[in-house]
């Protein structure tokens, strides 16, 4: 598995959604100053909601740029054991562990990226491969650690 190929994979990902959220927030905003110029205080209810509507899209935009963050920090050094930028693969699937940035596909394989908060991570972290963890009441057994 090439390590660095996912992490440029990941960052693209969070790049695109970063631009995304960015657009989305010009957008808005232009349509807010639309509102304020052209109907008046009887239409402050709207304004309002266009309001929160930006914040809770800086917000998102705010999670993408420190997942971001984290991606930049992250290796693509092998490693022995679960832990961040680790990539393992259980008896059950396919593991990054790196921001939670959803499915990914290299090849053939899916690959499921995943943050270290996660429950799954917690329940796996610092185990090597050929150790086992429970998680919802469900065995899983490491098979290799890259």
């Given amino acids: 598995m090439d390590k660095q190929e996912l992490l440029n994979i990941i960052k693209t990902k969070i790049t695109d959604k970063i631009q995304a959220f960015e657009t989305l927030i010009a957008e808005t905003r232009a349509s807010n100053n639309d509102t304020k110029s052209s109907m008046g205080d009887k239409y402050e209810t709207g304004r309002e909601m266009l309001q929160q509507e930006i914040n ?33 693969k259980t008896d059950k699937g396919l593991f990054y562990v790196t921001v939670s940035a959803g499915e990914i596909i290299s ?36 098979t290799d650690i890259w």
């Fill in 56 to 88: 809770n899209l800086q917000r998102q935009l705010n999670e993408s740029l420190n997942q971001l963050s984290v991606i930049r920090k992250i290796s693509a050094e092998p490693s022995d054991k679960v832990q961040t930028g680790a990539l393992v």
């Fill in 107 to 142: 090849g053939s394989q899916k690959i499921m990226t995943v943050s270290v908060e996660s429950p799954l991570v917690k329940a796996m972290l610092g185990k090597k491969s050929g150790e086992e963890f429970l998680i919802n009441n469900i065995h899983q057994k490491i």
